[in-house]
């Protein structure tokens, strides 16, 4: 992969990775993180301890990599650089210029567009659901709607959703509050003939439902149950009834009754 970069200048070289890392197929979402920000080690700061190779990654998109390394371990080192790079870019976009640079890629719609019908093709926002690599893919966030979708295209759908971490969209919106749409409160109405489907019987359904899955629930558990609805015809799987204060004994009750009167007949 490396092999490819003949660039004659060390600057020329470590601006040629980051280029090369963002313009790549499956990188669109990123934004390319300044020398500057890389280069202040205050910016790294717990980094070399999830990072493999951390050091080598370094140069890598920093510096001079000048490590004469076999071709199983400079592969290595590459993926270290990359996943490197993705942890400082989510540093990197809650900063003052990295709001602007991905506030340009949102304006263009380069994260792609609300699926949600209603929201008339809104512009989407890279987001993850963890702060923890490798726990979550990057979900994209509707500032209209308020939901999450998963990207359609295979090569973002693997990209670690910590790149981008779980407060960017949010910053985004604090630091520019001129850009929050108007929230979406339309919604689709389900129609039979042009006539809105009355939510009585949507509701009677539901409740149906409910019911339906409290039955399998208590039968899997064994609670003996019983509900009012229930037809009459299911009174004859019922062993017995409790009745009321002892007025009648159980079915166990019954059985021991009798056989203390046969014995009684049997002394007479």
């Not at 799987?237 to 009167?261: I, L, M, N």
Request: hydrophobic share 30%; aromatic share 14%; with cysteine.
């Amino acid at each position: 992969m490396m092999e490819d970069f003949n660039s004659e200048t060390d600057s020329d070289y470590t601006s040629y990775w980051r280029d090369w890392f963002v313009s790549s197929r499956g990188n669109e979402y990123f934004c390319e993180i300044d020398e500057d920000y890389l280069t202040d080690r205050f910016n790294l700061t717990g980094l070399n301890t999830e990072v493999p190779y951390y050091q080598y990654a370094l140069d890598l998109v920093t510096d001079v990599f000048d490590l004469d390394a076999d071709d199983d371990l400079r592969e290595q080192i590459e993926k270290s650089a990359r996943h490197l790079y993705g942890l400082v870019h989510a540093r990197y976009i809650v900063t003052t210029r990295g709001l602007a640079k991905m506030l340009d890629k949102y304006k263009k719609c380069d994260f792609g567009k609300c699926p949600r019908v209603i929201c008339d093709g809104h512009p989407l926002l890279p987001m993850g659901q963890s702060d923890l690599p490798s726990m979550s893919t990057v979900k994209l966030y509707c500032p209209k709607c308020e939901d999450i979708y998963n990207p359609k295209s295979s090569r973002h759908a693997s990209i670690d959703g910590a790149y981008f971490g779980t407060s960017f969209h949010s910053i985004l919106f604090q630091v520019y509050p001129a850009l929050s749409p108007e929230k979406s409160v339309r919604r689709y109405e389900p129609r039979i003939y042009g006539f809105k489907v009355h939510a009585a019987a949507a509701l009677a359904r539901w409740q149906d439902n409910q019911r339906e899955d409290l039955h399998w629930r208590l039968r899997d558990f064994g609670v003996p149950f019983k509900f009012i609805e229930d037809s009459d015809s299911e009174d004859e799987d019922v062993d017995y009834e409790y009745t009321e204060k002892g007025t009648e004994g159980s079915k166990d009750d019954k059985v021991v009754g009798d056989t203390a009167s046969g014995r009684m007949d049997l002394n007479n």
